[in-house]
């Protein structure tokens, strides 16, 4: 059964003022095959947690985290010691609300006993981990759904997190096998086999480039309805123009033929979202794959080295400062990499 999400923006919990905001769910679902939509009456107000369940929730995020990470390797001494462990936090009701340790233990287990790994390595997950316990919760932008996403949604316990997926058949799998996940299927206009002529003339559009035209050379760069640049993602769900994301999660879609519509906009467009964020803090930019060329082409012109933090076997850690607070040292639109 598909499931359309929808989110109002409401205030933020004490505990992380300008960041992780929540607000009222509503739910839309439809049969399969159908045009026809019911309502259902499962709206969720989200009370913003007090400060000793914030530092619990915080503790038990590490707790656990502990405990997947020790399920992955030696899961079979501890799985009898799941059941014991209390749903705090669980979700309730039908449709989304945002993790908590059931959905750790749940994806302790679901790990612990299936064949099928994660994309990434246990070191490539760890340097994400580390940003999720010193953040969450965050609100998580991940471009793909995939083996692991059952774990991202877990390790942001009381966040939002959101992925977008291109591929209507594996999107119907993973939603079928995790239907609690916040799923949106998006289309893509860009070809791999036209990856490089994007690169090289992606600057003759005025609309893919900051500080191009009359714009002051700090002026955000809009993505959504942006059709006249080939690189925004400009017809992406509501959602995600409406809410700013203290991370993004690249790892989709697909890069690997001719036709597949590689990763070109995805790093343009988180690029431009973290360049334009107005809220407390940086955002943290996870970009997999860039042992392959075009990952690592885009990833220096519009994710920058000199935001680059950190990195391990395939994936680099970019932590992104709004255009607001870097001074002078921002290109214009006339500059070699203007997004740097």
Not at 164 to 185: G, M, N, Q, T
Request: net charge positive; proline share 9%.
């Amino acid at each position: 059964m598909q499931r359309e999400v929808s989110w109002r923006e409401g205030d933020a919990p004490s505990c992380s003022p300008a960041r992780a905001k929540y607000g009222v769910l509503s739910i839309v679902q439809s049969p399969p095959h159908t045009t026809h939509k019911h309502s259902v009456p499962a709206t969720h107000a989200m009370k913003p947690p007090g400060r000793l369940a914030t530092a619990a929730a915080a503790a038990l995020l590490v707790a656990t985290s502990l405990l997947v990470a020790t399920l992955l390797t030696s899961p079979l001494p501890l799985l009898p010691l799941l059941p014991c462990l209390p749903g705090v936090l669980a979700p309730s009701g039908v449709g989304y609300e945002p993790s908590g340790l059931a959905a750790l233990a749940d994806a302790a287990v679901y790990y612990a006993t299936t064949r099928t790994v994660p994309q990434q390595s246990g070191a490539e997950i760890s340097l994400s981990l580390a940003v999720l316990r010193r953040r969450a919760p965050i609100r998580l932008l991940v471009f793909g759904l995939g083996h692991d996403s059952r774990l991202w949604h877990a390790l942001n316990p009381g966040g939002v997190t959101v992925f977008l997926e291109e591929d209507p058949e594996w999107y119907r799998i993973v939603r079928a096998k995790s239907p609690f996940l916040r799923a949106h299927l998006v289309t893509y206009r860009t070809r791999m086999d036209h990856a490089d002529l994007l690169f090289d003339s992606y600057k003759n559009y005025s609309s893919c480039v900051p500080g191009a035209g009359a714009e002051a050379a700090d002026a955000p760069v809009q993505v959504r309805d942006n059709a006249a640049c080939p690189l925004a993602l400009h017809n992406l769900p509501p959602e995600v123009y409406e809410n700013e994301w203290d991370m993004l999660m690249l790892d989709a879609p697909k890069g690997y033929f001719a036709s597949a519509p590689g990763r070109m906009a995805a790093i343009w467009t988180a690029a431009a979202m973290a360049r334009a964020r107005r809220g407390e803090g940086d955002t943290d930019v996870f970009l997999h794959d860039v042992d392959r060329k075009v990952e690592k082409m885009y990833g220096k012109e519009f994710l920058c080295d000199m935001f680059r933090v950190g990195g391990t076997g395939r994936l680099w850690h970019f932590s992104i400062p709004p255009v607001s607070r870097r001074g002078n040292a921002t290109a214009s639109g006339g500059g070699k990499r203007p997004f740097c």
